[in-house]
């Protein structure tokens, strides 16, 4: 079974990747990232401080608070059209009578997306980093490596939320319809109005914080945050709940193991909808 999912994992893999390459929607996720990252160093923000941060850190910071407003929208989008546009398309009536498996099919699929998801990110980042030691930059390499686990994880835990309504859906229209609808429901579950509302509603901090906390792109934006602001001042008495909860140690690690157990929970969740339901 092992030797069956490896031999079907390959081509669907690698067709993955290639049709990525090819589409529109990957020159445009990349010429995005690439683009920040260079608008970025042509604006001199390497050069300015906040915070105590210069050089590369101060791109850094930046740079990780606008990829986690695009991110999201970008891999949920170009993703939910997947499996949905193929059972439109008529591609699993080919699949069913190729010697590939269902299994290998669908995994080389989500590991190829993901791939192609998370590099143009990686790169850009990488990129900014390459430039900084050429140009005498001091390169903070463990903000680096956190930053860029930050990114893996948030690229999987959307790309999970994708593939699970792709395969629901019955249509790329309602796919999209239910992208947008996930993506706008988690920005209202931000502090603007989660917390206005449990304030208004006088509930304890605790129970407030815990349920913000369940917003991958909260606890996401609390993680990057932490790097730059250790104390948390700029969320007041919330800080010192998390602190309590999990102290920063805990939470760094909170942030990545959460929103990857939230992607591949979807991701599992799809792929046994996948299997199980009509292909046709």
């Known amino acids: 079974m092992f030797n069956n999912l490896k031999h079907s994992l390959k081509p669907a893999l690698r067709l993955e990747m290639t049709e990525s390459l090819r589409a529109r929607w990957f020159m445009l996720y990349a010429l995005v990232f690439g683009g920040i990252v260079a608008l970025l160093f042509a604006f001199g923000l390497t050069e300015s401080r906040i915070l105590g941060f210069i050089g590369l850190s101060r791109l850094l910071v930046t740079y990780i608070q606008l ?20 059972r439109e398309a008529g591609v699993f009536e080919y699949l069913l009578s190729l010697p590939v498996s269902l299994a290998g099919w669908f995994w080389g699929k989500f590991i190829g997306r993901y791939l192609m998801v998370f590099a143009p990110v990686f790169v850009a980042m990488l990129g900014a980093a390459l430039w900084a030691l050429v140009a005498d930059i001091e390169v903070p390499w463990t903000m680096f490596l956190y930053y860029t686990g930050l990114l893996a994880s948030l690229s999987l835990c959307f790309l999970g939320i994708a593939m699970l309504i792709s395969v629901l859906a019955r249509s790329t229209d309602i796919a999209q319809g239910m992208a947008f609808l996930v993506w706008l429901f988690l920005l209202l579950f931000l502090d603007l109005i989660l917390l206005g509302v449990l304030i208004q509603e006088q509930v304890p901090s605790e129970i407030a914080i815990a349920i913000a906390l369940f917003n991958p792109l909260q606890t996401f934006r609390t993680a990057a945050l932490m790097l730059f602001d250790p104390q948390l001042i700029v969320l007041g008495p919330a800080a010192f709940v998390l602190f309590d909860l999990f102290g920063t140690l805990g939470y760094k690690v909170f942030a990545l193991v959460y929103p990857t157990t939230i992607g591949l929970v979807c991701a599992f969740l799809a792929y046994r909808s996948f299997r199980r339901g009509d292909l046709l």
């Open 67 to 86: 990829v986690m407003a695009i991110l999201p929208v970008f891999v949920l989008i170009s993703t939910v059209r997947s499996i949905a546009g193929d």
